[in-house]
């Protein structure tokens, strides 16, 4: 119950969405599979970003299942686009360069696992 309210409060906020080229020069690409139904994955994608507001004050819009993203995180701007797919979540996003550049794959890599592991669960 409460994912399908999620997920339809979710879709009600799409609006125009950004492309790659409105990230930046360079960007950061990571795909994280998953085996859940699109709509699950959309649900636990929007855990995600509701964390990343609740802790660092970004903000998302959402278009069918892509979702843009944008804010500070760890005092570093960053824009990205995440689509959700049947078999993976795409993130493309704005390469902070120089040594941010690792952290920023690896922060996102594993927050994307986590939330979209078989047996994560909301507390």
Do not use: N
Request: aromatic share 10%; charged share 20%.
């Amino acid at each position: 119950m409460l994912a399908a309210m999620l997920l339809s409060l979710c879709l009600s906020q799409a609006g125009s969405m950004p492309d790659a080229k409105s990230l930046g020069p360079q960007t950061l690409t990571l795909h994280v599979g998953h085996k859940f139904s699109t709509g699950e994955a959309h649900v636990r994608v929007q855990q995600l970003l509701d964390y990343w507001k609740k802790r660092f004050g970004v903000t998302c819009s959402w278009s069918g299942e892509k979702v843009f993203v944008t804010g500070k995180i760890f005092s570093v701007d960053f824009k990205a686009i995440l689509e959700v797919t049947d078999q993976e979540v795409a993130c493309e996003s704005s390469d902070p360069g120089g040594l941010w550049r690792g952290f920023a794959r690896d922060y996102v890599g594993k927050k994307l696992k986590k939330y979209l592991h078989p047996t994560y669960q909301e507390t």
